[in-house]
């Protein structure tokens, strides 16, 4: 979902299972590249239950659109969801968080001037 110059959200909303996952990878590549998005907000607030094989696949999708130019940003990570990335190692140096939509987007706007 654009929101303003080259700045996208998505919610995600639900449970997020690997066929959702592999999905979420496919349709967010293809639109951050028909929209020439420069930022992603991936806001996990919605996301009721989330495995280390579901984590692994987001960081695939943030690790992809990091590729095509996107620079993604996390919002929303609850407890559960931040003790299973560090459960399964993942590199979550150089990954931008905030805990806010609100703040993600006063991040984005600060930075883009």
């Given amino acids: 979902m654009p929101l303003f110059n080259s700045v996208g959200v998505l919610p995600l909303i639900g449970n997020l299972d690997t066929d959702r996952a592999q999905l979420l990878l496919k349709q967010t590549l293809k639109q951050a590249e028909r929209l020439k998005m420069q930022s992603l907000i991936m806001d996990l607030s919605g996301v009721q ?3 280390t094989i579901v984590v692994h696949q987001i960081f695939q999708v943030i690790e992809a659109l990091k590729l095509i130019g996107v620079n993604t940003l996390l ?25 806010t939509l609100e703040q993600a987007l006063t991040y984005i706007k600060l930075s883009h001037h």
């Avoid at 919002?75 to 805990?99: F, H, V």
């Fill in 49 to 51: 239950i989330v495995d």
């Fill in 75 to 99: 919002t929303g990570i609850r407890p559960e969801i931040a003790q299973n990335m560090i459960t399964i190692g993942m590199e979550i140096k150089g990954l931008k968080t905030k805990s």
